[in-house]
């Protein structure tokens, strides 16, 4: 096509005026000198173009292209055209065929909405009815709890009456033996009391006779005066030194300390159990 082909337009063209020129244009023939002298001379005629035939064939020419042009560029419109009304043809039946589609479903969502509402209906008049047997039997059962609860809180008050009235007796009893416990722990405390100062009067005076016989074994000098010594002793329930440990002061005191407490042998025990367990580790300090 031309629209599509503009080289083939062309060549057509110049095909086309190289035949006009060559068959249909008028020629005039132009005199021109000729050389008489020279033997055997044929004159040449001279062909001149008509300049205002070419514009008009060239003229001819391009006005039927441009109506080929157009002819064909009408095709092309009519196509589109055509193609355009199939698509808008199309376009209205897959419309017509949607609100049909839309229509029918419109249709059975009524219809179905419509059932669901008769259904709800329905269902809304059973529960309501189911309701009101239920109402009905929770305000028995209610009753029936209050009952229950009422004769529950009278059982209730004649036990909270009798625990209160046992309570009272409880407490009166407990408050006398509470009288006659805090007597005895008096009593008791008073004995313990006289019982621990006889036994710090017995550990105190076996002490003493304790520190007593080891001075009496003990060889003092000169040199210890002044000077101290910390030793810890262990007995047994008759008074045998099991154990002599200084527990610090001078190394002379000391020494002769441990020597004293071995040579005395066995040390004064009271026979009271309390007192041997007071006098079975004890710590004595010797000075001079």
């Known amino acids: 096509m031309f629209k599509s082909n503009p080289l083939l337009i062309s060549i057509a063209l110049h095909i086309f005026l190289g035949g006009v020129l060559a068959i249909s244009f008028d020629f005039h023939t ?100 189911e309701q009101k047997k239920q109402r009905e039997l929770e305000r028995k059962a209610a009753e029936e709890r209050e009952r229950k609860a009422q004769e529950k809180r009278e059982r209730e008050e004649r036990a909270r009456q009798e625990a209160e009235r046992k309570k009272r007796e409880l407490a009166e009893m407990q408050e ?4 006659m416990q805090e007597q005895l722990e008096r009593e008791q405390s008073a004995r313990n009391q006289q019982r621990q100062r006889q036994v710090l009067t017995e550990t105190e005076k076996y002490t003493a006779l304790i520190r007593a016989k080891i001075i009496q074994n003990w060889y003092v000098d000169d040199a210890m005066k002044g000077k101290s010594c910390r030793i810890n002793i262990r007995l047994a329930s008759s008074g045998f030194v099991i154990q002599v440990r200084t527990l610090g002061g001078d190394k002379s005191v000391c020494v002769a300390g441990e020597q004293a407490i071995r040579r005395a042998g066995e040390l004064p025990m009271s026979a009271d159990q309390q007192v041997q367990n007071n006098l079975k580790d004890i710590t004595l300090n010797f000075g001079f």
């Open 30 to 129: 132009v005199p021109k000198q000729i050389d008489l002298s020279t033997p055997n001379f044929t004159p040449i005629e001279a062909v001149v173009v008509d300049q205002k035939t070419v514009n008009d064939q060239l003229k001819r020419i391009q006005q039927q292209a441009e109506a080929e042009k157009q002819k064909e560029l009408q095709k092309i419109r009519d196509e589109q055209r055509r193609k355009a009304e199939a698509e808008q043809r199309k376009r209205d039946i897959a419309a017509k065929e949607k609100k049909r589609k839309e229509d029918a479903k419109r249709q059975q969502q009524a219809a179905a909405e419509a059932k669901e509402k008769k259904r709800l209906a329905e269902e809304k008049a059973r529960k309501e009815e």
């Open 176 to 179: 006398q033996e509470r009288l």
